[in-house]
């Protein structure tokens, strides 16, 4: 005997919400994974959009084996004290070329003596900067025998 | 006395927890990739090394000087910067031979396994203290895109590829041989006095 089926509600039926905490936690475990704190205040004026513009540029890798070197003016807070003349920031604080040596000898501390060959020093410099800093600033890299440099730059459109 | 059941914990607000974790390191992260320029710098020379300086003619030598009001002097001759490259290709190549530009001399390279004339360009750049760092980088942008773009070229010569990325390491090598990135800069000098 045929039976008579009740009228079937219409519209789609409702979507199961039971997977979303997954895939939100997959996008939470892609974000904790690829996030990169950034370790130092910088207290210098060298934002991505101060760097130059070049076309030949290579991805820096490994970037445990990169130091950093910024040069620029210093931020608004601290021209009071440090003037508004570019000044080099190692680590967290500003510093003088002659600090670059010792700077460099510390990190290479940090290391394992077989990764020190492949050390780059990576220098972050305000495009409206004079070159007579970087000049001094590569001449001390020499000294100390950090030759592998990188000048940071923008990709140009 | 009867065992109490542990009510269960309700499962539904775990998406809101993870949302609001998610929406932190959202927030905080920073996926900058650091780019830029990669160069070698000399070693700084020994004290008996430093007597006995190479000779390189003088039509071996591709000179550009900047100037501190940011000028380009190319081989005694104003230029800017968008000219660079392309002066700076055919001097590398000299594919005319002429007498003016660098000479060139038979090399063996043994992934070819044929010789072939390796022209012999240094380039030479020489900036002021009170150069920009701004015009500084375009120029050692333009050097190394000429030398890029020979040395696509030469893939294309050589080995049928379309740029020098695709080519495998030891062909890579073969063409270094042939076309080696050879900028050499200076002690810089101050006259601008800025």
């Keep these: 005997m045929a039976k008579f089926n009740r009228a079937k509600k219409k519209g789609a039926p409702g979507i199961s919400t039971a997977s979303l905490p997954d895939i939100v936690f997959m996008l939470l475990f892609f974000f904790m994974i690829s996030t990169v704190m950034r370790e130092v205040e910088l207290k210098v004026q060298v934002s991505a959009g101060d760097l130059p513009k070049a076309t030949e540029i290579k991805k820096l890798e490994k970037k445990s084996l990169v130091s950093y070197i910024y040069v620029g003016k210093p931020r608004r807070q601290y021209q009071s004290l440090y003037g508004t003349e570019p000044r080099i920031q190692l680590n967290a604080s ?3 070329v002659t600090d670059i040596r010792d700077y460099i000898i510390s990190e290479r501390e940090q290391r394992d003596e077989a990764e020190i060959p492949f050390m780059t020093t990576s220098l972050k410099v305000h495009q409206e900067t004079r ?3 970087v000049t001094d600033i590569k001449q001390e890299l020499r000294k100390a025998s950090a030759l592998k440099i990188n000048y940071s730059a923008r990709k140009m459109d | 006395m009867p065992r109490r059941e542990t009510p269960e914990i309700n499962g539904g607000s775990m998406a809101d927890i993870a949302f609001l974790l998610l929406i932190f390191f959202l927030v905080t992260t920073t996926m900058d990739v650091d780019t830029g320029i990669l160069r070698q710098l000399p ?8 007597k006995t300086d190479i000779d390189i003619k003088e039509r071996n030598i591709f000179v550009v000087l900047i100037n501190a009001q940011d000028k380009l002097l190319v081989e005694n001759r104003f230029m800017k910067v968008e000219d660079l490259r392309e002066a700076t290709k055919e001097f590398i190549r000299n594919e005319l ?15 070819l396994n044929k010789e072939i004339m390796v022209p012999k360009g240094v380039i030479s750049l020489q900036n002021d203290r009170g150069t920009s760092y701004g015009i500084y980088i375009e120029v050692q942008n333009e050097l190394v895109a000429a030398y890029n773009e020979i040395r696509n070229e030469a893939a294309f010569e ?12 030891n062909q890579q090598e073969a063409i270094k041989k042939i076309y080696p990135q050879r900028i050499s800069e200076a002690e810089p000098k101050n006259i601008g006095d800025r």
């Design chain 1, 94 to 96: 500003f510093a003088t």
């Design chain 1, 131 to 133: 070159m007579g800093i």
């Design chain 2, 43 to 50: 070693p700084i020379p020994d004290v008996q090394q430093e």
């Design chain 2, 97 to 111: 031979n002429k007498e003016t530009l660098p000479e060139k001399e038979p090399k063996f390279i043994e992934e």
């Design chain 2, 158 to 169: 050589y080995f049928g590829k379309r740029s020098f990325e695709d080519l495998t390491e």
